[in-house]
């Protein structure tokens, strides 16, 4: 039996003026952002691993990243974006958010930018679906054994479920390239995987 929508909603944590804001300007200006019970449960995952600095691809307006700095208060925050308007959405939130200090925003594609070369316990990976792999790879690296990868979208609004000529035209390499993602992740031998079905499905990768 499938949980209603009503039920999951009944646990979503009380949010702040600023981040009910922000949950606004994404909704009218097509920006998108975690769902509200998905954000919860990533939250609670981090709080129970408690990773000391965090590595998040998409910053998008700056929402989930705000929403992990008010979880954990002595995680820092790296973050990379590459849509200008969205810096610029994102900047002014954070700057009028407690947590801001503790956020550093890196402007660039995050398959070019550098990012310091620090230790990242969690990386949370929010970005173009089609190049999930190609993040994957570039700064998997940078998390020691025991650090998750944390991915959003897997079920990309349940398109993953239909063949791939029954997704729209404009879709399709990005589904088979996360189609390809999963079956990639699913037999490293580096890392233990699990589907989340929270939000839009949530992917956690534990490094061994």
Known sequence: MELSDAYIN????????????????AEANHVPI??????????QLLRIQKPARILEIGTAIGYSAIRMAEALPTVEIVTIERDAPRI?????FLARSEVGNRITLIEGDALEVDVPQASYDAIFIDAAKGQYQRFFEKYEALVPSGGVLYIDNMYMHGLSDLALKDVPRRKRTM????KNFTDWITAHPDYTSAFLPVGDGLLLCLKR
Request: charged share 20%; hydrophobic share 50%; aromatic share 6%.
């Open 10 to 25: 009944s646990f979503v944590q009380p949010r702040s003026a600023l981040l009910q804001e922000m949950e606004q300007y």
């Open 175 to 178: 589904i088979r390239n996360l």
């Open 34 to 43: 975690m769902q509200l019970a998905a954000i919860d449960a990533l939250n």
């Open 88 to 92: 610029e959405a994102a900047k002014a």
